[in-house]
């Protein structure tokens, strides 16, 4: 004997099957791999090592509707704009450190693909605001997202590239 489910029945299947494709999209759309060969938003900057002025800055809206995941590597986390990063660096280096560090009055998050392919990412650094520090930098092309922790709400931010320390 075959039983057809009820109309209840029929409505929670019909609402449990909804939940679970509205989990598996928004899954879907916030975990995005951030996508390192996208057009830079606020466009690509060549230096090299001992490069004036420093800092080098960028003002810029933080954050976009893709998290992080923690995939990526240690700290990365926050809300970025996943389908380009926000600044792509173009570096030839020297002897001094490279710092990326951003100045926010929302807590921001840095998330970084380097000439060595990994991601490298922080928050909270300095207060709330991430700092990212290369001792022995490679020349090559960084990838720069600033995200906003905990929210996917655009917050506005500074980005600061330098060999200075820019917590002193």
């Known amino acids: 004997m075959i039983r057809y489910p009820d109309a209840f029945t029929s409505a929670r299947l019909g609402a449990a099957a909804l939940c679970c494709t509205l989990t598996l999209a928004t899954t879907h759309t916030q975990a995005q791999q951030p996508d390192w060969s996208g057009d830079p938003s606020y466009g690509s900057v060549h230096l090299q090592a001992g490069f004036t002025p420093d800092p080098w800055t960028q003002n810029l809206q933080a954050g976009g509707s893709n998290q992080v ?25 020297g002897s001094m450190p490279l710092y990326f560090a951003v100045q ?3 807590d921001t998050t840095l998330v970084i693909n380097a000439p060595d392919g990994r991601w490298y990412c922080n928050d909270d650094f300095n207060g709330l605001d991430p700092v990212v ?12 997202w600033v995200g906003v922790h905990g929210s996917p709400q655009m917050q506005s931010a500074t980005l600061k590239i330098t060999e200075l320390n820019p917590t002193r």
């Open 104 to 106: 926010s009055a929302s």
């Open 133 to 144: 520090m290369f001792q022995h930098p490679a020349s090559g092309m960084y990838n720069v």
């Open 69 to 93: 995941s923690a995939k990526l590597g240690p700290n990365c986390t926050g809300y970025i704009m996943a389908s380009a990063p926000d600044v792509d660096l173009h570096y030839t280096a």
